[in-house]
């Protein structure tokens, strides 16, 4: 039988066929392969393709925009917005725009173009967390940024254009519309609860289990109970914390080694599929607070046609969470990923 | 310069990139072509093959779930929700959901297999939009139901699993969010100035003229300010009118003519391209309202990848609406088809 589920933060619902349910199989995927074929501008060597880099992690003293870095931060050579740009705010009749502030920035995950992020060390998985941070906290000092979105497209089908590792960041002088939806579900709970709708669904979560994939020490992944997209996973600190660039440093060790294991998780149970991923945190002026909880939302691409959800903003889900969940708890993994 | 827009009824912004403009040639399309083979269980003696039909025009007499008729509705033969569920509502914890209770139907819209919706006559197409008022006043008797949800998917790339032409109704127990934010988006407006937002676009988008893309007498086709996909488009009637169900005779009429201008017109420009439309209607409760305007929304599935856009919520947009419409309005349609 059909249901009907609502997600509790935003209050939107989602349908979960559980009759024509799918299976990992049933899903027609492109398989995700590093070609390697082609010119590119994220390999040693070519420093000079891209923009000037932002930063790099280099340990050998390497000069900027030469090799012998392990990480490093460009701006996107296509931006969507320009740091260049004023704030001027606009009206065109009933109508507002603001002129197209904003920072469009690549972080380049590792030099070895062969390699998938899942295919990294977590000691690179962490660099690239600390990337992230990093450069949240360098914007977060110009005043104008509200908002910074953190996300990696693996895969032509999630939008990757380049196939060499990497994830991306855009600063906005905006809050996006989805994040503002969820930090006032998350508020309006609190106010009736005095608690974090997050700390409460980890909670829940842990103790019923069906939906839980793995936990370590400070993280737990689970499949959400009204997902979007199936196989889709929630990566939160157990620990209520509102802002990603707030974690500590043993927090980011375990945050990459559950990280791993969750996209090591997603190659074996679906064939190495095209994913996004996507980081939810507090807005930048909000950094500090009890009633937001950040976390990673991955969602695979399965489905080669998402024509009906963007067309009506409603979703129907083939796989119920719990039925995810279970092929993602149980897919093989290393011991020494914990997670 | 890029932008940043925001939709003046849901607070939605988006990136309009005007740096990197693209133009109609500049997406790698697939064309949607009637192939023609295979079974089609939506084809004249077929009529066994589908759930028996809800109902049907035929004018020659002849009997139900036989060829004769020129438009039929039947039940999804894989229904997503199914109307013998209850209404049943249940708490998982901190969760909620309900059974799937629910309808799902397919209008097809001629027994002409080789036909798009484009292809057909103005007259065939006014049929169609007389299935779709004719269902929601059906579904409507049963309270149960809060909305329905009345979309197209054109193309596989757009989410079509059969060619033959169609369109698609989901009635349900639940008001999706979308439908539930613009109507609280355009409630807003109205109590802050005691006029419906969109009855103003309307006339600022006739005035300016720079996003308008028809008009017949009873509907205008415009592209939208700060829309989330190229070359999407908007048709609304120019008369308040809060839900479609309401629309008189000759407002299907002309709402039938400046559909097929307008579907003309994309194969036109984009060279036939796949394409969702969504019919954007007041809950059925709040049928008759003055805050609340019915329109169409059509979105040509013209980027391969929608990755980004439904793993942020977040979307950029490299076609400015001013030049989709000036592509769109250029486009050569006969004058027959008014609008």
């Given amino acids: 039988m059909p249901e009907l589920r609502k997600d509790p933060v935003t209050g939107r619902w989602v349908i979960i066929s559980t009759d024509r349910a799918k299976r990992p199989n049933d899903f027609v995927r492109e398989k995700v392969e590093i070609r390697g074929s082609g010119f590119c501008p994220f390999c040693y060597n070519h420093e000079s393709k891209t923009p000037p880099e932002i930063m790099a992690y280099r340990s050998d003293g390497s000069a900027p925009n030469t090799p012998g870095w392990s990480l490093r931060v460009v701006p996107n050579k296509f931006p969507a ?30 030099p070895e173009h062969s390699k998938t992020m899942a295919m990294l060390s977590p000691r690179q998985i962490e660099d690239v967390l600390w990337a992230f941070h990093d450069r949240i906290f360098d914007l977060k000092k110009d005043r104008r940024f509200k908002y910074v979105l953190i996300f990696k497209n693996h895969g032509e089908a ?8 990497h994830s991306q960041l855009i600063g906005l002088p905006i809050i996006p519309k989805r994040a503002l939806e969820e930090v006032a579900g998350a508020k309006e709970y609190f106010e009736y609860k005095d608690r974090c709708i997050y700390c409460d669904i980890i909670q829940q979560e842990t103790e019923t289990g069906v939906r839980m994939i793995a936990e370590n020490q400070a993280f737990v992944a689970i499949a959400p109970f009204a997902p979007r997209f199936p196989f889709e996973m929630w990566l939160l600190p157990k620990g209520h914390q509102s802002a990603y660039e707030q974690s500590l440093k043993h927090e980011y060790e375990q945050f990459a080694l559950i990280l791993k294991s969750m996209l090591m998780r997603l190659d074996h149970v679906l064939e190495q599929p095209a994913y996004n991923f996507v980081i939810h945190s507090s807005p930048l002026a909000e950094g500090s607070n009890d009633y937001y909880h950040w976390h990673m939302e991955i969602m695979p691409k399965l489905t080669k046609v998402a024509g009906f959800e963007w067309g009506t903003g409603f979703y129907i889900n083939p796989t119920p969470p719990e039925e995810a969940a279970k092929f993602l708890r149980e897919a093989d993994v290393p011991a020494s990923v914990v997670g």
Same sequence: chains 1, 2.
């Fill in 81 to 110: 917005l320009r740091v260049e740009s004023s704030l001027y705010r606009q009206g065109e009749g009933l109508f507002d725009k603001m002129e197209g502030f904003g920072a469009h920035e690549v972080i380049i995950e590792s």
């Fill in 158 to 165: 999630a939008g990757a254009s380049l196939e060499h590792s």
